[in-house]
């Protein structure tokens, strides 16, 4: 049987390449790819790594390819006579069309076999995940075995080639067409919907060729290609049926009958399954990651998902639902019970909608639908809600999805990454309900707590304090059911376990003076030891049982999974700067609304008051953002919360944008009261100097041009060199603040240097840096001066190498105020006030402090995000990406960001001028045809050099 079907194969393909048919079928099919991959789709101007535009025409360029293939098959056979004595051989009918299909197949694999130069290009140019190529390349095989099936069946009902052909494209469009969003639209009605994108052969391909490799979609193919091989079959078989073969025909038609609806009742129970899949992207971007399935794990209540979609919705919505629906279960199997999902259409029920509407203050969103002779508004819902306990949270689809121009000046709407948007939010609701009752309970093992304290040297003032917090801990012990130890230890005592030397070798716990000239020195420190974390609590000042309390608390939430953290945020005063000689003319650009929404997602957000000199004990992570005219005060309030073991992330340099409404331009204008003293002493040095970079970003800026003899002003989008772009050459490739990161713009940047003496014994990364081709300057202005320099606007320099441009660092740090007089004290005395009793100044920090210094103080300001959207589109979410990032790693949260990088790939091109761009291009093609000659004069060779194979044997 083998034999047979291979010589029949041998057969078609000698045919095929006996004649120029095959050159030309393998050459118009690639000289098409490539004029729409390279022309059509703008794969330069797109800037992203993926091959998306090859596989997103395929399902219509194998309608047409296949058409043309399998038209003579049969046909041909008919119309010379030739299929009579193929019939009268002793080889099956089966055989037959399985020989004819191999050879079609061959072909088809032979013409996907020579576009792989351009994966291989796009591999070269950037960082590609190879699993979405996979799953394209494996789809378009399976779309074509399903088409050369029906071609094939076709064919052997007629005897004219032309007919063939025709009647091939319409059944293979219409298998297409059927689950395009054109029709599903048309017919409204979403279950019937559902049903014609279930059948569609393009909305199958789409699934697979993401990279997911779903058991339901190679059913559909094969059974498709399996279905249309045995109606083949049939067909040739009935050629030799006599009005004496009745029996035998109705028992052939009863099997072909039985076999399709075996093949349709398989799809049909399949249909309902999920899970049975194989995620190939390299980051799993379509699986459920272990720590969204360890989350569910900790849920100490019923958890609701409920997606609020309506089944008449906008047309490029559509494709979504089913995406949505497999994901809520996912979820629902990965709850073991703990969660329920639910998909309603709150326009079916009035009863859900007034709940939605009144409950949860869930509206239909209007969307414009525009048809062929009309365009209309869709209110249409596509929310999903999330409740656990009395805490909920609202997705709308502007949450979930994101909107991408194609060229054709359409929109293509994509989730954005549906998991990790309901696990921050699954995350942010079970945190805001957790209680510490509940996180004690759900503990694994005991935590410790230890006061370390010296009572004979403490100071009158922290006495009170001391003994709330013994009272207060031995409350939060004895009602913990042993999960919770509390210890009090008197380091001067002779009989210890440990002395004051242990707490510093071990803990960095430095013993605080009595007073600022006085040698006595004393303990009062707390130390939580949760598993193999371990965090040190200090008493602020005097502090009632509440507050001591609260930071208690506080402490075991911040060391535990359980609880969401609390962000601090600080920004800059938005009032106007004073010329000395014009008055107020200059605003500062300090708007960070964005910044603050993008925290807010994950974080409990608070704004903070640097001026107290005192960082609220319940701040997770401190984030301070251009800092300018900070006091003393100030200063210290960030020095103490680093040296209290605390997280700071700080966007700063010696420079604030500001619009000179004199002039009617932007401007820099130096500062002052900045923190480029406190970070020096810190090991980390931001000189008064501007990055600037031959690879950036364009810009709108003011062009002044003469016309007519006026001079007439105009925004322009030019090439800035004072607008990095940073790509993934310039990231760190061990931080997970940076990885995945698919680029990052930083205006107006100041190099970010580190002081390798200072900065030993601490872990340290430059996170960005700019590329080989950037200089630096200690001139501020900010505008191009294209008449003394035509190129770029600015000097340019001829030492060029790259600066950093934002550092991590973690370790221990020293006190910048250590030595000096309390701030806090000495600005109450310099107003005649009395001096607030404080605590006194720590001078070293425990080794698990965090500093982040991002030499760009505003690279994610509002105004200049939006001026960068009107050029780069949504490029500049990279940046609000880069805070979010380093925020979850200055709270150690990595495990958000770890879901969040497996849907921000860094798949971006290498920038390419126009002449490498051709050079690529031209190359593909001349590969092509090289190929192509190549496999034409190959086949002809092994064609001289076999032997023949017969049909007939001896089988």
């Known amino acids: 049987m083998k034999r047979q079907i291979l010589a029949i194969t041998q057969k078609e393909l000698n045919s095929y390449f006996g004649s120029p048919l095959a050159i030309i079928f393998l050459g118009t099919f690639l000289a098409a790819v490539l004029f729409i991959f390279f022309t059509i789709e703008t794969f330069f101007a797109r800037g992203i790594a993926d091959i998306r535009p090859l596989f997103r025409w395929m399902p219509i360029l194998l309608i047409f390819l296949l058409a043309a293939l399998t038209m003579r098959q049969w046909s041909e056979e008919q119309r010379s006579g030739t299929q009579e004595l193929l019939l009268t051989l002793p080889v099956s009918p089966l055989r037959l069309v399985l020989g004819k299909f191999l050879a079609v197949m061959t072909l088809i694999a032979l013409a996907l076999a020579l576009t792989l130069p351009l994966p291989v290009t796009v591999g070269i140019l950037g960082n590609l995940d190879w699993g979405p190529v996979i799953g394209g390349y494996l789809a378009a095989l399976l779309m074509a075995a399903a088409y050369a099936a029906i071609g094939l069946f076709v064919s052997s009902r007629t005897d004219n080639q032309i007919v063939a052909l025709i009647t091939t494209v319409i059944v293979g469009g219409l298998f297409y067409v059927i689950g395009t969003r054109g029709i599903t639209d048309f017919v409204g009605d979403g279950r019937f919907s559902e049903l014609l994108w279930s059948i569609g052969t393009g909305s199958r391909f789409e699934s697979i060729q993401r990279g997911v490799i779903d058991l339901r979609d190679l059913v559909y193919y094969l059974s498709l290609t399996a279905l249309f091989l045995t109606l ?125 509407n009144q409950t949860y203050g869930i509206q239909p969103t209007p969307m414009q639908s525009a048809g062929r002779y009309e365009a209309s508004v869709v209110n249409a819902y596509f929310d999903i809600l999330i409740r656990y306990g009395d805490q909920t949270i609202v997705l709308n689809f502007q949450d979930l999805a994101e909107f991408n121009l194609l060229p054709d000046g359409t929109y293509d709407i994509q989730l954005r990454n549906l998991e990790y948007d309901l696990t921050r939010s699954i ?123 609260s930071m208690i608390e506080t402490s075991l939430k911040r060391t535990s999974t359980g609880f969401l953290k609390v962000a601090g945020l600080w920004t800059p005063p938005t009032d106007p700067l004073s010329d000395p000689v014009l008055g107020e003319v200059m605003q500062p650009l300090s708007s960070y609304q964005a910044l603050a929404d993008q925290l807010a997602q994950e974080y409990t957000l608070r704004a903070v008051d640097l001026a107290t000199g005192q960082v609220p004990t319940d701040i997770d992570v401190l984030v301070v953002v251009e800092p300018v005219d900070l006091t003393n005060v100030e200063l210290y309030a960030i020095d103490q919360y ?29 500062i002052t009261g900045g923190v480029q003293d406190l970070l020096a002493h810190y090991g980390v040095d931001v000189p008064d100097e501007l990055v600037l970079d031959t690879q950036n970003s364009p810009f709108p800026l003011p062009i002044v041009r003469t016309v007519g003899g ?43 240097l580190l002081d390798e003496a200072k900065n030993a014994g601490r872990e340290t990364a430059v996170l960005l840096q700019s590329s080989d081709n950037s200089w630096t300057t200690t001139i501020s202005e900010i505008n191009p001066d294209y008449d003394l320099y035509p190129n770029i606007g600015f000097p340019l320099s001829p030492e060029q190498h790259p600066y950093p441009l934002a550092v991590s660092v973690q370790g221990a740090f020293d006190s910048y105020f250590a030595g000096q007089p309390n701030p806090i004290q000495a600005a109450a005395e310099a107003v005649g006030a009395t001096p607030p009793t404080t605590q006194p100044t720590i001078e070293h920090s425990a080794g698990s402090a965090r500093l982040i210094v991002i030499g760009s103080p505003v690279f994610m300001e509002d105004n200049v995000s939006n001026l960068m959207a009107q050029i780069s589109g949504d490029l500049y979410l990279n940046n609000l990406q880069l805070m979010q990032n380093s925020v979850d790693w200055a709270v150690e949260d990595l495990d958000l960001l770890a879901i969040r990088s497996r849907g921000n790939a860094s798949h971006v091109l290498q920038p390419l001028d126009a002449q490498e761009q051709s050079f690529w291009e031209v190359a593909n093609y001349v590969v092509a045809l090289a190929a192509l000659v190549g496999v034409y004069f190959a086949w002809r060779t092994r064609r001289r050099s076999e032997q023949p194979m017969t049909i007939i044997n001896n089988e």
């Open 232 to 356: 083949n079959t049939v067909s040739l078989d009935s050629v030799r049926w006599s009005d004496k073969q009745a029996a035998y025909r109705k028992r052939v038609q009863l099997t072909t009958g039985l076999i399709a609806v075996n093949l349709v009742l398989l799809n049909v129970w399949l249909y309902p399954l999920h899970g049975l899949r194989l995620d190939l992207t390299a980051q799993k971007e379509y699986s459920l990651s272990q720590t969204t399935k360890d989350l569910f794990a900790n849920l100490q209540e019923p958890l609701l998902i409920r997606a609020y979609i309506s089944e008449k919705t906008h047309p490029l919505l559509s494709p979504l639902i089913p995406q949505v629906k497999d994901m809520l279960r996912e979820y629902e199997i990965a709850g073991n019970g703990r969660i329920t999902t639910e998909v309603v259409d709150p326009q079916e029920d009035p009863d859900i909608e007034a709940e939605a």
């Open 427 to 549: 995350k942010k609701v079970v945190y805001g309900f957790q209680s510490i009752d509940s996180v004690l309970a759900a503990l694994p093992q005991p935590v410790q707590l230890i006061l370390y304290i010296t009572p004979d040297a403490l100071p009158d003032w922290l006495v009170e304090t001391m003994q709330n917090t013994q009272k207060v801990a031995g409350e939060i012990a004895n009602t913990s059911n042993g999960k919770l130890t509390f210890d009090v230890i008197n380091v001067d005592d002779p009989n210890s376990p440990v002395s004051r030397q242990d707490l510093v070798d071990q803990y960095s716990l430095q013993a605080f003076p009595v007073d600022f000239f006085g040698t006595q020195t004393y303990y009062a420190h707390m130390l939580l030891v949760n598993g193999d974390q371990g965090h040190v609590i200090y008493p602020s000042g005097e502090q009632t049982e509440a507050e001591v309390r």
């Open 642 to 670: 680093l040296m209290r073991g605390g997280s700071v992330v700080l966007a700063a340099n010696n420079y604030r944008l500001v619009y000179d409404s004199y002039q009617g331009m932007l401007a820099l204008t130096p």
């Open 710 to 752: 006026s001079q007439v002003q105009e925004f322009q989008a030019i090439d800035y060199p004072l607008l990095i772009d940073v790509r993934p050459d310039g990231m760190s490739d061990t931080s997970p603040i940076v990885s995945n990161l698919a680029a990052a713009t930083l205006s107006f940047a100041s190099p970010v």
